[in-house]
Structure formats: C-alpha cells, structure tokens
C-alpha cells in the first residue's frame, strides 16, 4: 500500500533525524534549556508526586523524571534517545518504538506528550491508541508550538541556535480539540504559554509569567497547553452511589421543617447532614424535633465549633459516608427539588465539579440584591478567567463533587491556604488544581421566606476579593 510505505519512509526518516539529535545532546543543548525548564515547570503544577505517567515522546526522559511519579513510563521512537533516559533515570520504565504500533497493558493517571503532535504521522491514530491507555479520571496534558513561531523558530535552527527539525504538523487549538473529540477525549481547557524562551534577565519572568496570561500578548505565545479528559461512556456511569447533602444551618428555625420534607431521595441512598452554627433561634432543638418526626429520614446532626460556612461545609463532609457530597443552603433559595439534577449531572460523568448558578434564569425580585448581583457578575468574569473554565456564579450556595475528589482537595487545602469563610473559592480553587472538569448547572434562585442572609457585602466582598488575588498568584500566574 501506497499509504503504508509513505509511512514506513516518513517513521525511518524520523527516527533517524532524532537518533543524530540524541548524539548531539551530548555535547550541546543549544538555546532551549530555559523553555523546557519553563515547561517543566507548568507540568509540575498540574501533575502531583506520586501518580502514574506516562510520556509519548519522552527524548532522555527529563520532563518525566521531573514529575516525581510512582511509575513512570517514556516512549520514544529514537532508540539513541532511549539509551540515554535509561542511563539518566534508572529508576523509570523507557520503550523504544512507534506510538502508532506500541501496545502497553497497563492504565496512567496522566499522559503527556510534549512538543510532539507536531511531529506524528496521524495524531488522531495516537489519541485513539492512548484512550486505551486511560481510566475515566485520567487527564490527558500536551503541549505544541504556534504556527506564528515557524519563521523565528527556522531562524534560531539556520543559527545553530535551537535543534532542527523536519518538516511539521502546524495544528490549531481548534484542530487539536478537534482530533481529541475523534480519539474519545474532551478538552477541559486550553492556553498560552511563553513569550520569551530566552533566558533574559526580569523581561523573561515578566513576559512568561504575567503578559502571556493577556490580551492580545497571549496570541504571541509561542507554545499552546491543552488538558483533556476521556469522555465519559454510559457503562462507566450506570451505577447508582449513595449521596450525602450537608445543610449549614444558622438561624434557619423556621425552614428545617421544609428541609426535611423537600429534600428528595436520590441515588443508592441520601444522608442529610446538619451543620448547626451557633444559632440564636431554636435551629437546633427544631432539627432534633425534625429527627423524631422522620425516623425514615438517614439524618445526622452535627454542632459547629468554628465559625463560618466554610467550616460548616468541611465539618460535613469530613462526616459524610456517600460517594457524592453536596451543599444545600438552609435558607431554601436554591430549590431541594433541583438536587436530583446535579446528582445527574456528576453521576453520568457530564462534569466532575457540578456548581449551581443563579444568574442565569430570572430570580424572584428580593432573592438578591442589585450591587449583590453585580457583585457576583463581576467575580464570575474573574473566576472564569483564573481558572480558564466557565464559572457563571462563584457564590451559590449548591455545590456537589465526588467524595474522592474532595479528599484530595481538602489534603491540598494548604497550597491556597485556610481563610474562606464560605467554602466557595476553597472548593472551586481546589477543583481548578486537580484540573477537574467544572460544569454550571443553572438553578432558578428563590426568595428567602425565612430569616436575613448572613452576608455583609461590603465586608465579605472585601475579603473575596483578597482571596482572588491570592489565589491568582497561586494558580494564573504561576
């Protein structure tokens, strides 16, 4: 076949051009040391210690070893390059061959593929092969050069300057997310990375860290990240799980009794948690009331120590036996009635983080106040883009997440730091980290019929905007 010997030509050809670049290695690394140190930077933030990766296209295996994982895995069509990981990182696993063949018998945490798309013979092919090679939670992270870069980047090779390459794939975003799409796999989120891979002096670290993050300078960027996730099967997500709602509840006497008769069951089974906060009212002796009246009801009643909603919300949890955690606000402005459609949303893999949103349908007229809903507007615009994901609505009270998941976000609370009163950015940051798939649920928002909200805007507003700033330094500019 035609086909097959253009292929066996184009594989041969390669092959042959990155065994003589593995020899040159050995004695020259050219300009690109503070690009792939800039890389190696950003797959650290997004790949924790201790998980199983694996790299297509490894080269002398660097970037792999530089993840830390408890298995890691190179593949590499140069054989050259293969010896050389082999002696560099004794410690991980190197298989010389072509993607497009290679059969592995083993499932990853997380696949990279690094500078590479560019360079395959058919991409689709490959990300249909690595499918095979991933569980529902795995992330797919890869990394390619802009077409804007094609002249500068055969300059710096005509200068001895940078490696030479042979003729490339020049793929879009858009042709990327789309060959993903065919292969089984949905983009999560996409962006820009370095503007300068030379090592210049504050000018590098000004524009590779900050200005690349803005319009229009990250259309300049020389490299493009995309982060995916295979996409969910109906078999993978048949199976009903138990559910635990946590109620934060302070000064809501008058709304327990309609807690109790609203919340529906859902799933293998529901847990309703109550968070009593040191209320002034009878919020506590009416939940108890509430237990005796609904022997049917699996309820818990837990009494607060600390303050705020956030440490309500983590106090529920950390009780919670169900598979799926989710908050419901005890003042009844988000519908109990709606919870079924989040429990939907995150048990049939439509999104790993299923936050509700109130700006979207028309709310009743005293649900909330206007410089509250410009306030929440504005934060939204923020969120959406710190995190590079849609976030219409930072502050609704109806969150849900799988109980896996919040765990590993409450062992990374530290890298944000403890101070969120509400609960909100916690889970939405920590979401972000774990580059779990973040999906708004719009929610028709209700009036309060009982009771005064608990938040000051002005104080409060304060203080979330702090904890943007904060935070964008922790997981934007980074």
Known sequence: MQTSEKFLQYQSLHQAHWDGIALQLDHWNGWGGSYRKRLGKIYQFHIPPAMNVLEIGCARGDLLASLNPARGVGIDLSSEMIERAGQRHPNLVFVQGDIHEIELNEKFDYIILSDLINDLWDVEAVFHKIKKWSNPSTRILLNYYSRLWEWPLALAQKMHLAQRTLPQNWLSVDDVKNLLYLGGFEVIRDWEEVLSPLPIPLLSAFCNYFLV????????????????????????????????????????EGNIKQIFNRVPKMGNGTELIFVEGHSKDATYQTIQQEMHNH????????????????????????????????????????????LPRFYQAIQSGRGDFINGVRLVYPMEKQAMRFFNYIGNKCFSLLFSFLLDQSVKDTLCGTKVVWK???????????????????????????????????????????????????IQRWKHGWLLLKMVLFAARRIKFI
């Open 404 to 454: 896996k998941d919040y765990e590993k976000i409450a062992a990374n609370r530290s890298y944000f730091g403890d101070f969120d009163p509400f609960g909100d950015f916690d889970l939405l940051f920590g979401a972000s980290k774990l580059d779990l798939k973040i999906v708004d649920l719009p929610i028709r928002y209700a009036e309060r019929t009982y009771g005064t909200t608990n």
């Open 295 to 338: 022997p049917e009801t699996n309820v818990k009643l837990l009494r607060q120590e600390g303050k705020g909603k956030g440490d309500a919300v983590r106090l529920g949890f950390s009780n919670a036996s169900g598979d799926i955690l989710m908050i419901l606000d005890a003042d009844l402005t988000v519908p109990p009635e709606d």
């Open 213 to 252: 993050r803005l319009w229009p300078f990250r259309s300049l960027a020389m490299t493009a990240f995309t982060l995916a996730r295979p996409i969910p099967s109906l078999t993978e997500h048949n199976k009903e799980v138990r559910v635990s709602v946590i109620v934060p509840a302070r000064n809501e």
